[in-house]
């Protein structure tokens, strides 16, 4: 409980190139932009007895770019497999109690594995 808490709404929206398919494998690369708005910051109690009274904290939206790369593994016609792997620039200006702390970086490596169907 030492750390400040926020929640973050990070929509990603990119453009894919999907290479020829390599037997029943498709790989992509994918190219886009994040736009990450944070919301219910809250502060702790310790941060509060350092500072010496209630804190709050502020983070700016950020706008950054995304990568991605990633491949269908086609099961049969209908049914897939796909693994993906982005890299996300988040970088936001951090307030407490209205004075600027700084930018903080924050670059997550996101890996999401997926079962999809095609109509």
Avoid: M
Wanted: hydrophobic share 40%; charged share 15%.
């Amino acid at each position: 409980d030492a750390l400040p808490i926020s929640y973050q709404l990070p929509p990603t929206l990119s453009v894919q190139w999907h290479t020829p398919v390599i037997g029943p494998i498709q790989p992509y690369l994918g190219l886009g932009v994040n736009w990450t708005v944070f919301f219910n910051e809250e502060t702790t109690e310790l941060l509060d007895t350092v500072i010496g009274g209630p804190t709050t904290l502020n983070l700016d939206s950020s706008l950054g770019v995304a990568g991605q790369v990633g491949a269908d593994w086609n099961l049969n016609e209908n049914w897939l497999i796909n693994l993906d792997v982005r890299y996300i620039s988040i970088e936001t200006d951090a307030q407490v109690n209205g004075l600027e702390l700084g930018k903080v970086d924050i670059t997550p490596w996101v890996v999401s594995l997926n079962l999809g169907y095609k109509f």
